[in-house]
């Protein structure tokens, strides 16, 4: 059974920085595009940033240069390196991956996975 599981999160002051982290475990075959999304308090989930297999990274318009997306694929891992946060990044931070494993239905060419969350706090 596939599994990401984020950690990094915290409560942090305006301006400060966190590095989240997302590793995937399991039986898996592949491992394509990760990403990052995030959920605050009475508002949609919206995506931070992905990156491809090939390491090509999108952002969204508000990270605005201050988050570096990563991956370190021996490690199945995803990280998110955040900066210059503010109040308004407050939210609980997840990530997905696009994994290909043996129980994927033939014909697709990988299953979406989700993390659990880890909440990010920016606070003075």
């Known amino acids: 059974q596939v599994q990401l599981v984020e950690s990094g999160g915290g409560l942090v002051q305006p301006g400060g920085s966190l590095r989240l982290s997302c590793a995937a475990s399991?039986?898996?075959?592949?491992?394509?595009?990760m990403g990052w999304y995030r959920q605050a308090p009475g508002k949609q989930r919206e995506l931070v940033a992905s990156i491809s297999s090939q390491d090509a990274a999108d952002y969204a318009d508000f990270v605005e240069g201050r988050f570096t997306i990563s991956r370190d694929n021996s490690l199945k891992t995803v990280y998110l390196q955040m900066n210059s946060l503010k109040p308004e990044d407050t939210a609980v931070y997840s990530c997905?991956?696009?994994?290909?494993?043996?129980?994927?239905?033939?014909?697709?060419?990988?299953?979406?996975?989700w993390g659990q969350g880890t909440q990010v706090t920016v606070s003075s």
């Open positions: 399991g039986n898996m075959f592949s491992i394509y595009a």
């Open positions: 997905n991956a696009q994994i290909l494993t043996m129980t994927t239905k033939i014909g697709d060419p990988w299953d979406l996975y």
